[in-house]
């Protein structure tokens, strides 16, 4: 079973700059991918940023420039360096990571806040 583990976020002045982690364990594969989704309150939850295992990534449009996704696949931790924060990017940040092995298998974490002031 896979267990995530998130810590960063907290709060931000406009502009400002915040980092997420993301940290899986019990991991059985080594084709994964971790990325983080967010949801504002009266919002669905939305993809912002995905890294597999090979390196490949995928940004949310609104994120593209300002937000970096890494990870350190010997550690299974990831990573999403927020710069130039707007207040549109609060929300609550969840990490997902899939697990390709005989099948997909997906978690989520716990959820971080991220409120971005002016």
């Known amino acids: 079973q896979v267990q995530l583990v998130e810590s960063g976020g907290g709060t931000a002045q406009v502009g400002g700059s915040l980092r997420l982690s993301c940290a899986a364990s019990?991991?059985?594969?080594?084709?994964?991918?971790m990325g983080w989704y967010r949801q504002a309150p009266g919002n669905t939850r939305e993809l912002v940023a995905f890294?597999?295992?090979?390196?490949?990534?995928n940004y949310a449009d609104s994120v593209k420039g300002r937000f970096t996704i890494s990870r350190d696949n010997a550690n299974n931790t990831a990573y999403l360096q927020m710069n130039s924060l707007k207040t549109e990017d609060t929300a609550v940040y969840y990490c997902?990571?899939?697990?390709?092995?005989?099948?997909?298998?997906?978690?989520w974490g716990q959820g971080t806040q991220v409120t971005v002031y002016q």
């Open positions: 997902n990571f899939v697990q390709w092995s005989l099948g997909t298998q997906k978690y």
């Open positions: 019990g991991v059985m594969s080594s084709f994964t991918g």
């Open positions: 890294i597999i295992s090979g390196g490949s990534t």
